[in-house]
C-alpha cells in the first residue's frame, strides 16, 4: 500500500484481556519495527523484523508481549492478560531494510493503534 | 546505556520567531540522526536526517539541523516560525554500536501562538 496501515486505529479492552495489533507495511519494505508510545514519551522499540524473522525483540517488556510476521509482510502484536500498564499507543513502522548507521534506510510510520486497558 | 535527551519539553513562542529545539545523544561510533515531527491528530512523519557529509541538514517545511560530532548534538533550527509548525518533535538516533533500531527522545511540544 501507500503507506503503513494499523489497525485498529483504537482499542478498549478489559484487564486481563486478550488483544491483538495489525500492521500493513508499505509494500516491498522487508523491516519492520514495533514501538510503543506513552503519553508524554518519545515512541520505545519493542521489536524489530527482517524478512519473517524477529531480528531484535529485546524491546518487548515481558512474556505477555509476542510479535508475529509469518509471511514477511504483514505482522501482528499479540498482549496476553492485559493490564492497565499496557495501556499506549501501539507504533508500526517498516523500512526497505534494515536499519543501520552506515545505511541510508529511514522508518516510515503508521498511524498507530491506541490501545486503552481498563 | 544509549540515550537520546531533549531537554525542552514545552515550547512556547509567537509566529515569526526562530525556533532552536536541543538534541543531545549519549553514545559514540558512527551515528545516523533524524527529527520526526507529529502534527496534533496525525502520524510521525520523517522532517529530516542525517546520514553522512555536510553535517548542516536541510528537511521540509524550512527547517534544518545541524550535527556536531564534538557536542554529541543534532539541534532543529527554523528562522521563522508559523502557526501551522504547532506539533511535537522527536529526535532520533541510530549508531553502529548499539541496536539496529531509532532510539528516540521524549520529544518536545511546540506551540506558536498566532
Known amino acids: 500500500g501507500a503507506g503503513v496501515s494499523q489497525t485498529p486505529s483504537n482499542k478498549v479492552t478489559e484487564k486481563g484481556k486478550y488483544v491483538e495489533l495489525r500492521c500493513d507495511p508499505i509494500s516491498g519494505h522487508t523491516a519492520l519495527y514495533w514501538y510503543r508510545q506513552s503519553l508524554g514519551q518519545g515512541p520505545e522499540f519493542l521489536i524489530y523484523?527482517?524478512?519473517?524473522?524477529?531480528?531484535?525483540d529485546s524491546g518487548l517488556p515481558n512474556d505477555r508481549f509476542f510479535a508475529v510476521r509469518p509471511e514477511g509482510s504483514v505482522s501482528t502484536l499479540k498482549i496476553q492478560r492485559t493490564e492497565r500498564g499496557d495501556s499506549a499507543v501501539y507504533l508500526c513502522?517498516?523500512?526497505?531494510?534494515?536499519?543501520?548507521?552506515?545505511?541510508?534506510?529511514?522508518?516510515?510510520f503508521g498511524a498507530g493503534s491506541r490501545l486503552t486497558v481498563l | 546505556a544509549q540515550s537520546v535527551s531533549q531537554h525542552n519539553h514545552h515550547v512556547i513562542l509567537s509566529e515569526a520567531a526562530s525556533l532552536e529545539l536541543g538534541c543531545n545523544y549519549s553514545y559514540g561510533g558512527t551515528v545516523n540522526l533524524f527529527w520526526y515531527v507529529q502534527y496534533p491528530g496525525q502520524h510521525l512523519q520523517l522532517l529530516l536526517k542525517y546520514f553522512s557529509g555536510d553535517p548542516l541538514v536541510k528537511g521540509i517545511k524550512g527547517f534544518e539541523a545541524e550535527f556536531i560530532k564534538s557536542k554529541f548534538s543534532f539541534n532543529l533550527r527554523k528562522p521563522s516560525v508559523q502557526w501551522s509548525d504547532t506539533a511535537e518533535y522527536f529526535c532520533?538516533?541510530?549508531?553502529?554500536?548499539?541496536?539496529?533500531?531509532?532510539?528516540f527522545g521524549s520529544g518536545t511540544r511546540l506551540q506558536v501562538q498566532p
Open positions: 513502522a517498516s523500512s526497505l531494510g534494515t536499519l543501520s548507521a552506515s545505511g541510508a534506510n529511514v522508518l516510515t
Open positions: 523484523f527482517q524478512g519473517t524473522g524477529a531480528a531484535d
Open positions: 532520533a538516533v541510530i549508531s553502529n554500536t548499539g541496536r539496529r533500531a531509532l532510539t
